[in-house]
């Protein structure tokens, strides 16, 4: 690990404890045994490390729906697809998805622009594949918006949910929740 990931590691546990706005560089710098001042030879600032740990989970979210979407499958497994994918990203980057759903508006310039287009860019994805599964009568015929809404505002605050609940087995919350999210659907 080098040291730029070092901070940004530390400073995301803090970011998730604290939130982004409650943590000082002299907070991070403490968290690690050095001074303030060192934390400026790898990173610019406060602001790199958020642009750094948000954006890098969210690129996970836009490359597992570009997987996704390149598959020849149908919509019902696409849905299933991504489910697995939230999991994943929820276990792998768990301080990540915290700064991302709760810290991402203090993004600054081309990040938050870049942050607010994939985010966009995701959920019109995710919501063609729900409107294809209701064209081809797959899914039941709800709405598209109240659909997604279910899925991801489940998906997104997973990590609080698993967070609490210890040494879950993976694979049985990915079969579970697979199941109780898409039963709503078919």
């Known amino acids: 690990m080098t040291r730029k990931e070092e901070i940004v590691s530390v400073a995301s546990q803090l970011f998730k404890e604290k939130g982004y706005n409650a943590v000082s560089m002299r907070d991070i710098a403490q968290a690690m045994g050095i001074k303030a001042a060192s934390l400026y030879n790898h990173i610019t600032g406060k602001q790199e490390i958020l642009s750094t740990l948000i954006l890098k989970v969210a690129y996970e979210f836009t490359s ?17 697809d991504l489910i697995i994918l939230h ?3 929820t276990v792998n980057y768990s301080e990540g998805l915290a700064a991302l759903n709760n810290d991402w508006m203090h993004l600054e310039n081309q990040d938050l622009d870049a942050f607010v287009k994939m985010r966009e860019d995701y959920e019109a994805n995710f919501r063609s594949i729900i409107k294809e599964g209701i064209e081809v009568g797959e899914f039941k015929p709800r709405h598209p918006e109240v659909i997604l809404f279910s899925i991801l505002s489940t998906l997104r605050t997973l990590h609080l949910w698993f967070q609490k609940r210890g040494k879950l087995d ?7 929740m697979v199941e109780v999210l898409i039963k709503g659907m078919i």
Not at 65 to 74: A, F
């Open 64 to 80: 597992g729906m570009s997987s996704v979407l390149d598959k020849p499958t149908r919509p019902l497994q696409k849905i299933e």
């Open 87 to 89: 999991i994943d990203v």
């Open 170 to 176: 993976v694979n049985v919350l990915k079969k579970d």
